[in-house]
């Protein structure tokens, strides 16, 4: 909520304030971003404007769209000036008096951690702010396209702006910024052409409007404007005549990125439904990925002309790490973006785009396998929920999944193809949990290791999404080591014999646990641990419902089963002790153990603690 206080004077949002404070005082690395961010902005007006103009010709003005920059030395000012769109006084309240996204909190909070990391400031939409970076005062003189009133917004940064309306701003739309820079050498140098230029060349070289830079010729007493951009288009180059580098800095311009891609895709689709796709592979996954507010898509152009990124249009959501572009000559420039998501053709682009990408993902695993592996650890998690949101290609994405088992080394993985080529076992044996270490000793595992059987670690909490809509892979069904039964070979008059043995003994448990576990037997499972709790096939396990607790969702109510290890001495001894207190006080203890083992929590902890002092005692 913005507060007006007096005039036209108002004061910024309370998270505004602390942004600023951050970006001015923090942000000192690398004070270029903030020409690169205001031209940016300048040409997202641009793009913006024209869009609109495809359905009303007359928002347009005179001249060719144009970004201009000037510098006066004496004055100590730069100005960045625009022809694009323009603001409205609700524009300039609603977009640089208040931030009004979801992630300000954590923006706050990651460049706390991250002082220097200028990338920080792309991402959450304030880029405007970087220019207090380098400037002590603002003044943005600005008139909408199709509005009379002009109006001039100003500040220092220090928590109040003012907005003035203005008959004359000497042009009929778009938006001029002049900075006041700060006084002291590290400024000065932004006052030089030689760094604008620079600067310009690094970070918008690829911007499609020309970005003019005003100087003088003394000897004619010309304003001269050079521009200072190559505007090219380099994905309708042939690709044989692009350099990696070439490639490299188109796609640190479109991402604002400041490392290379891990891999890149650039192709032509023909046919019915032809388009040109440049699609790169990030190293690292930004905030963005897991903020719904802030995540971006593909851009779409339509013949060189930007129509939109908005998230999930080209690509589903489980690819959204995927940046770059789509220019399609085949959709018509004055489609809507509410028509777009309906257009049939759009969404053949999406489809064909999906299972070229996980095509070249299958292929960067067998030809560069160490890239892919770092490609994975960045984003395996994302693209894992593809598995229960994209049934076609289902099978395609769970061949992409790696994981570590119980016969790799820690940060090791393989494929479940991997895993199905070495083991000639019926089933694909897994176990979930919140990390390898915990999972790598647990009891559930101490058959299955016995008999040198190979079990999958999954750690993501999304794992426990991907084997229930898995299902099998290659015809093989997975097979949790914590749910249902387990048959190992087990001898099966040699179980009957034991459970006749210790039949008292497993109907007094079920009498004392009858409010807590479902059933009591023995299996086959256990080879050192005296008993553990199972799910039943068909119910959550108790790492689903950790997740559930942890989200603040309501767990479904089951009971699980208890089982025993026939062959652990303490049950010989329980069994001796069966018509004793002792035998009763074994059975909650060892229910209680077993509540542990599975990572949860005991519901009397002071009377698990009042028995286990009472053993010992005895």
Request: glycine letters at 4%.
């Amino acid at each position: 909520m913005v507060t007006k206080t007096s005039g036209s004077k108002y004061k910024f949002e309370a998270e505004v304030d602390q942004v600023l404070d951050l970006v001015i005082n923090s942000l000192y690395s690398n004070k270029d971003i903030f020409l690169r961010e205001l031209v940016s902005n300048s040409a997202d007006a641009i793009s913006k404007l024209r869009f609109e103009a495809l359905t009303n010709k007359n928002l347009l003005g005179d001249g060719e769209f144009g970004i201009f920059i000037s510098i006066d030395k004496e004055a100590r000012t730069i100005t960045i000036q625009d022809n694009g769109i323009g603001m409205s006084q609700d524009d300039l309240i609603n977009n640089l008096g208040t931030i009004a996204k979801s992630g300000t909190k954590e923006f706050l909070e990651k460049i706390k951690e991250q002082k220097d990391s200028a990338e920080l400031i792309g991402q959450f939409g304030v880029g405007f702010y970087s220019a207090f970076i380098v400037a002590s005062e603002l003044r943005l003189e600005t008139k909408k396209a199709g509005e009379d009133q002009g109006l001039v917004w100003t500040s220092t940064g220090t928590g109040e702006y003012e907005i003035q309306t203005s008959d004359d701003v000497g042009f009929s739309n778009g938006a001029k910024i002049t900075l006041k820079l700060k006084e002291g050498e590290e400024f000065d140098e932004y006052l030089q052409d030689y760094k604008i230029r620079s600067i310009v060349k690094k970070y918008s070289d690829f911007i499609e409007f020309p970005i003019k830079l005003e100087s003088i010729d003394e000897e004619k007493k010309e304003t001269l404007w050079e521009v200072m951009n190559s505007q090219k288009a380099l994905w309708t180059k042939n690709k044989s005549e692009i350099t990696d580098d070439e490639y490299n800095e188109f796609y640190k311009h479109l991402s604002h990125d400041f490392t290379n891609p891990i891999h890149r895709l650039h192709y032509n689709a023909e046919g019915t439904n032809e388009f040109t796709a440049l699609l790169y592979f990030p190293q690292s996954a930004g905030m963005e990925m897991f903020m719904q507010d802030a995540q971006k898509g593909l851009q779409l152009y339509i013949n060189k002309v930007f129509i939109t990124a908005e998230p999930e249009l080209l690509l589903p959501q489980y690819l959204r790490f995927v940046r770059g572009l789509v220019d399609s000559k085949d959709l018509p420039l004055n489609v809507s973006r509410e028509l777009l998501q309906q257009n049939p053709r759009v969404a053949a682009i999406k489809k064909n785009l999906s299972k070229k990408i996980l095509s070249e993902l299958e292929k960067l695993k067998k030809t560069k396998f160490d890239d892919y592996k770092k490609f994975y650890a960045e984003f395996g998690k994302i693209m894992k929920e593809g598995v229960h949101t994209d049934f076609a290609n289902k099978d395609k994405i769970m061949n992409l999944l790696m994981f570590e088992t119980t016969k790799t080394e820690a940060g090791e993985t393989l494929s479940l193809q991997d895993y199905v080529d070495r083991n000639s076992t019926d089933e694909i044996y897994y176990i979930t949990g919140d990390s390898r270490v915990n999972l790598e000793n647990s009891p559930y595992l101490e058959a299955l290791k016995a008999k040198d059987i190979e079990v999958v670690f999954m750690t993501d909490p999304i794992d426990e999404w991907v084997v229930s809509s898995g299902a099998e892979f290659k015809e093989k069904k997975f097979k949790s080591a914590t749910k249902g039964d387990i048959k190992l070979d087990q001898d099966d008059k040699e179980a009957e014999a034991k459970t006749e043995e210790y039949k008292d003994l497993l109907t007094s448990f079920k009498d004392q646990l009858k409010d807590k576990v479902s059933d009591v037997k023995f299996s086959d499972r256990l080879v050192e641990t005296v008993a553990c709790l199972v799910a039943n096939e068909n119910d959550i396990s108790a790492n689903m419902e950790r997740i559930y607790k942890n989200a603040n969702q309501a767990v479904p109510q089951s009971k699980r089963v208890l089982e025993l290890n026939s062959k652990h001495a303490l049950v010989a001894k329980m069994n001796a002790l069966l018509d004793t207190d002792e035998a009763q006080d074994y059975m909650n203890l060892i229910y209680d153990q077993a509540l542990l083992l599975e990572g949860s929590a005991i519901e009397d902890m002071q009377k698990y603690n009042a028995l286990v002092t009472k053993l010992m005692l005895k």
